[in-house]
């Protein structure tokens, strides 16, 4: 049955979804390909980081007015309904369910398979993505249960991996001595070969940032959602790119600026190095609880945009119901899990988070801009959050946005491709369930 979603999140559990969502997979796999591209250069490549958290900092401040005006499930697809109209939205809820939501936890259930468990279990490929396979299957099966069930997980899961992150870097900043060695901090010459490097860099940095917004699409069942949403996402987000750029500092502590380079899994071989190769299978544990609560903050929030669109008449219908006892959209969760599946199944890691991140800021350009049509057409509306420096801060966000999907496009113009053929296909997809919906 159709139904509304009930208001069971309060403000420890919006800033707990940000966190966790955002901490998965990506401070423990790309630190040593972001110091690549910046050619070794640990300060370029703190700037990279630093450079990525502001962005997601500024998208955050300014989906922050948004989400407090508009506190309904399923998030950016409302605002970029109400600005722009139903396919601009509808094309986003379509990117969201082919590549987006789902490629992001496809991602991160194949870094669980294939990167991380085999540190602890002899897997081959084949076994690996059997195992990403049923991650995406356990974390569906929790957020089917019970919106209440899947923040739970979602708060433990985040206290886990924070906790294991914090004490991981404080350990590496107190035993490691790479700090003492060939340290390169802002030497490099500033050229079209580093800043093409940076911008290479910045795709691995924006996955591993990826994550901020999904709070968004839970907004319809915050408490108070006027206080309690632009609070979570906005400390949410600050946490995070304190908590990253601590890890990277400990990371060339513990390995140097060259073992960070050529570390696959940094903070493993981090740990190993300094306390012995046991110590590396141990922070596997966190590691993996960490992917798998990043899983489940997706599997929580995402199907809340397929709810939406299902409410409008704009996607199948069976994904509005809500299911009678558990009080979820069962169907949604369902159907956006046995997707990811299939892209679990089918990318690798690199391919799968290039597509998410294009796809995203493409969308982040319209989002951003839509505060500017809201603050024009709604003077007088009530604004519990207002987005501090505006008109800059959402100038700067959308600026930075679009040189994101340029330089996405112009470093991996094959996937760009197949992603821009993806959204193309949404344009049909909807002039059909908008005649389907407009049927007596």
């Given at each position: 049955m159709q139904g509304d979603l009930a208001r069971v999140l309060r403000l420890s559990d919006l800033l707990l979804i940000v966190v966790g969502t955002v901490i998965g997979s990506g401070i423990f796999l790309v630190p040593g390909n972001v110091l690549n591209s910046a050619r070794g250069d640990v300060g370029v490549a703190l700037l990279i980081w630093a450079?990525?958290?502001?962005?997601?900092?500024?998208?955050?401040?300014?989906?922050?007015?948004?989400?407090?005006?508009?506190?309904?499930?399923?998030?950016?697809?409302?605002?970029?309904?109400?600005?722009?109209?139903?396919?601009?939205?509808?094309?986003?809820?379509?990117?969201?369910?082919?590549?987006?939501?789902?490629?992001?936890?496809?991602?991160?259930?194949?870094?669980?398979?294939?990167?991380?468990?085999?540190?602890?279990?002899?897997?081959?490929?084949?076994?690996?993505?059997?195992?990403?396979?049923?991650?995406?299957?356990?974390?569906?099966?929790?957020?089917?249960?019970?919106?209440?069930?899947?923040?739970?997980?979602?708060?433990?899961?985040?206290?886990?991996?924070?906790?294991?992150?914090?004490?991981?870097?404080?350990?590496?900043?107190?035993?490691?001595?790479?700090?003492?060695?060939?340290?390169?901090?802002?030497?490099?010459?500033?050229?079209?070969?580093?800043?093409?490097?940076?911008?290479?860099?910045?795709?691995?940095?924006?996955?591993?940032?990826?994550?901020?917004?999904?709070?968004?699409?839970?907004?319809?069942?915050?408490?108070?959602?006027?206080?309690?949403?632009?609070?979570?996402?906005?400390?949410?987000?600050?946490?995070?790119?304190?908590?990253?750029?601590?890890?990277?500092?400990?990371?060339?502590?513990?390995?140097?600026?060259?073992?960070?380079?050529?570390?696959?899994?940094?903070?493993?071989?981090?740990?190993?190095r300094l306390f012995g190769t046991g110590w590396g299978s141990v922070i596997t544990i966190p590691i993996l609880i960490s992917i798998l609560g990043a899983a489940n903050g997706l599997t929580l929030t995402t199907p809340r945009v397929f709810y939406a669109m299902a409410r409008d008449g704009l996607f199948f219908g069976k994904l509005a119901e809500v299911h009678p006892r558990f009080g979820t959209p069962a169907v949604a969760v369902i159907a956006g899990s046995a997707w990811a599946m299939v892209l679990a199944v089918s990318g690798t890691f690199e391919q799968l988070y290039t597509y998410v991140v294009l796809s995203s800021w493409i969308f982040f350009v319209l989002g951003a801009a839509a505060l500017f049509l809201y603050r024009r057409r709604r003077p007088d509306a009530p604004r519990p959050f207002r987005t501090p420096g505006y008109p800059v801060t959402p100038a700067l966000f959308i600026l930075a946005a679009v040189a994101v999907v340029v330089n996405t496009l112009a470093a991996k113009p094959t996937q760009g491709a197949i992603e821009l053929a993806i959204l193309a296909t949404g344009v049909p997809a909807y002039f059909i369930w908008r005649r389907r919906s407009a049927a007596p």
């Amino acid at each position: 049955m159709q139904g509304d979603l009930a208001r069971v999140l309060r403000l420890s559990d919006l800033l707990l979804i940000v966190v966790g969502t955002v901490i998965g997979s990506g401070i423990f796999l790309v630190p040593g390909n972001v110091l690549n591209s910046a050619r070794g250069d640990v300060g370029v490549a703190l700037l990279i980081w630093a450079l990525g958290g502001v962005l997601s900092l500024l998208g955050a401040l300014s989906f922050g007015e948004l989400g407090a005006m508009e506190p309904e499930a399923g998030g950016i697809y409302v605002y970029l309904r109400q600005a722009y109209g139903p396919l601009v939205a509808f094309l986003y809820g379509w990117a969201m369910f082919f590549v987006i939501g789902s490629g992001s936890i496809a991602t991160l259930a194949v870094a669980f398979g294939t990167r991380y468990l085999p540190q602890l279990v002899n897997l081959g490929p084949v076994a690996g993505k059997a195992v990403a396979v049923v991650v995406i299957a356990a974390v569906a099966a929790v957020n089917v249960r019970g919106t209440r069930q899947g923040a739970t997980v979602q708060n433990w899961s985040t206290a886990i991996k924070v906790g294991a992150l914090l004490l991981m870097s404080v350990a590496l900043l107190a035993r490691g001595h790479g700090w003492g060695g060939e340290v390169r901090l802002l030497d490099t010459p500033l050229n079209g070969t580093l800043l093409a490097g940076a911008g290479v860099g910045m795709i691995g940095v924006l996955w591993a940032y990826e994550g901020w917004q999904y709070v968004t699409f839970s907004a319809g069942e915050a408490m108070n959602p006027q206080r309690t949403f632009p609070r979570g996402i906005v400390l949410g987000t600050l946490l995070v790119v304190g908590i990253y750029l601590l890890a990277n500092v400990s990371y060339v502590a513990a390995l140097g600026a060259e073992g960070v380079g050529t570390s696959k899994r940094v903070a493993a071989d981090a740990l190993g190095r300094l306390f012995g190769t046991g110590w590396g299978s141990v922070i596997t544990i966190p590691i993996l609880i960490s992917i798998l609560g990043a899983a489940n903050g997706l599997t929580l929030t995402t199907p809340r945009v397929f709810y939406a669109m299902a409410r409008d008449g704009l996607f199948f219908g069976k994904l509005a119901e809500v299911h009678p006892r558990f009080g979820t959209p069962a169907v949604a969760v369902i159907a956006g899990s046995a997707w990811a599946m299939v892209l679990a199944v089918s990318g690798t890691f690199e391919q799968l988070y290039t597509y998410v991140v294009l796809s995203s800021w493409i969308f982040f350009v319209l989002g951003a801009a839509a505060l500017f049509l809201y603050r024009r057409r709604r003077p007088d509306a009530p604004r519990p959050f207002r987005t501090p420096g505006y008109p800059v801060t959402p100038a700067l966000f959308i600026l930075a946005a679009v040189a994101v999907v340029v330089n996405t496009l112009a470093a991996k113009p094959t996937q760009g491709a197949i992603e821009l053929a993806i959204l193309a296909t949404g344009v049909p997809a909807y002039f059909i369930w908008r005649r389907r919906s407009a049927a007596p």
